[in-house]
């Protein structure tokens, strides 16, 4: 009873196998690589000609960031003599997709890069009840590529790869992942002299001579150093400040907020508020272009002069 019993198992289980027409090594072979490199051979392929009805999985692993190019020395699958497969081969990739149904007498070679993590790309062999062909040889190879190959670092940054991923060495003036942004030196603000202005660029910056050398708008002063009596009210006004220096936009080098600095007139000194140093900015900003209206009107006067009056 136990023997026939097996026997029936197994009969069962040899049913179920062939239905499923994937009988393992038996018949297709080796279906599992690991390889860097290697080929597949169809069922069949060394006596002629594939079997009927029968269908081979075959798996290649695949690493993160690996690239894997399939080729074809040998294509012999029935077609329909038109677009559609009857006998076939599917590549279906980690992420999603596959290769459609290939079949016929040749086909081209194939690239995919894994750009996820490591996972196994399944090759599906199908045959169906009628006419068998060769079959085919299919060849893989797997590479690593350089990251670096695609020049990813920007203004003059040295790539590096680490672990397959890109590292980039930004030249100073540069900065982020690709050294595509610009580093603001202005935002050190001890990096011009304090008679000199800061000009920002791409990749660098200029310490330019003040436009407001001349001025003659007074208004605050740098004292910070000398003033004594503080507190930490930003309000608060202490008459033990020392005042020195000149008085003119130039002198003034927007120190911190802060910062102490010294009212000229009256001898105060006080700490900036971030109000205050705002507004400071932007009276600067409109005292230059209140210069440079100036002399567009200087220039405007004489023409009109020259007009008007002509030197005779
Ligand atoms: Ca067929
Ligand atoms: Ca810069």
Not at 10 to 25: D, M, P, R, V
Not at 137 to 166: F, I, L
Not at 189 to 214: F, H, M, R, T, W
Request: hydrophobic residues 25%.
């Amino acid at each position: 009873m136990l023997k026939s019993c097996s026997k029936t198992l197994f009969y069962t289980y040899f049913l179920f196998s062939s239905t499923n027409a994937q009988l393992g090594s038996l018949i297709c072979g080796p279906t599992s690589f690991n390889q860097n490199q290697a080929e597949i051979r169809s069922p069949g392929y060394s006596r002629g000609q594939y079997p009927a009805s029968t269908t081979c999985e075959y798996s290649i692993s695949i690493s993160a960031n690996e690239e894997i190019v399939f080729k074809f020395p040998e294509m012999d699958l029935e077609d329909d003599g038109d677009t559609g497969c009857y006998d076939k081969l599917v590549i279906t990739f980690p992420d999603g997709t596959d290769s459609g149904d290939i079949c016929g007498d040749s086909t081209d070679d194939m690239t995919f890069t894994n750009s996820g993590m490591a996972a196994s790309i399944k090759v599906t062999f199908s045959s169906d009840t009628s006419e068998q062909r060769k079959g085919f040889v299919m060849e893989y190879e797997k590479s690593r590529p350089d990251p670096c190959d695609s020049e990813p670092c920007q203004n003059g940054g040295t790539c590096m790869a680490v672990m397959g991923m890109v590292r980039c060495a930004c030249v100073p003036g540069w900065t982020g992942q690709f050294c595509a942004e610009d580093v603001d030196e202005c935002l050190d603000g001890g990096i011009c002299e304090s008679n000199q202005i800061c000009v920002n660029s791409p990749g660098s910056y200029a310490c330019e001579a003040s436009p407001l050398e001349d001025s003659e708008a007074p208004v605050v002063q740098p004292g910070s150093s000398s003033a004594s009596g503080s507190t930490d009210n930003s309000d608060s006004q202490s008459s033990s400040g020392s005042s020195s220096g000149t008085s003119s936009f130039s002198d003034f080098d927007f120190p911190e907020t802060n910062q102490l600095f010294v009212d000229e007139t009256t001898g105060n000194p006080c700490r900036l508020s971030d109000q205050g140093r705002n507004l400071l900015s932007m009276w600067v900003e409109e005292y230059k272009n209140w210069r440079n209206l100036m002399a567009d009107y200087e220039v405007k006067y004489a023409q009109w002069k020259a007009d008007e009056c002509p030197e005779k």
